[in-house]
């Protein structure tokens, strides 16, 4: 379920962004009031959402390959399940200050 929600999620959002970076050819000023709202912190928060969701999604659709084709991956996706969430929270806390740094300084000040 989790899957399928960051699989549509993820879609979503390509979709999105290409009309906005297609916004670039009809509208240069548009383009530029657009993308000047992407620096604000809410933004920001719907930024590290997404690289939750990707990363989610990468490493757990690694995993459910290895169900499907390794021979032992059925007796061992409860534990590959544990290693997803153990490296998917280790990836988050290394984002946290790439993503969320500059929406912080803007909120909480340098
Ligand atoms: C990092 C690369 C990716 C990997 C390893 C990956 C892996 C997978 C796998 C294995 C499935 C099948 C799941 C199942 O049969 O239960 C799947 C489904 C799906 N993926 Fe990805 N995927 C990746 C990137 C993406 C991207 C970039 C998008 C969106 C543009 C996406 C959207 C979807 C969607 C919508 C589904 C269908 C989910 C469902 O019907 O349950 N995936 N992915």
Redesign the pocket.
């Known amino acids: 379920m989790a ?2 929600v960051t ?2 999620l ?2 979503f959002f ?1 979709f999105v962004h290409v009309l906005d970076t297609a916004l670039v050819r009809v509208s240069p000023e548009a383009y530029d009031d657009v993308v000047a709202t992407y620096k604000t912190p809410i933004v920001a928060l719907l930024e590290y959402g997404l690289v939750a969701a ?1 990363l989610f ?2 490493l757990n ?2 995993r ?2 290895a169900v ?1 084709f390794w021979s032992k991956g059925p007796r061992y996706q409860k534990q590959m399940l544990w290693t997803v969430m153990g490296i998917w929270i280790v990836l988050m806390a290394g984002a946290l200050y790439p993503v969320l740094g500059h929406a912080a300084r803007v909120l909480f000040g340098s």
């Open positions: 899957h399928r699989g549509v993820i879609f390509l990707i999604h990468a659709g690694l459910v390959v499907d």
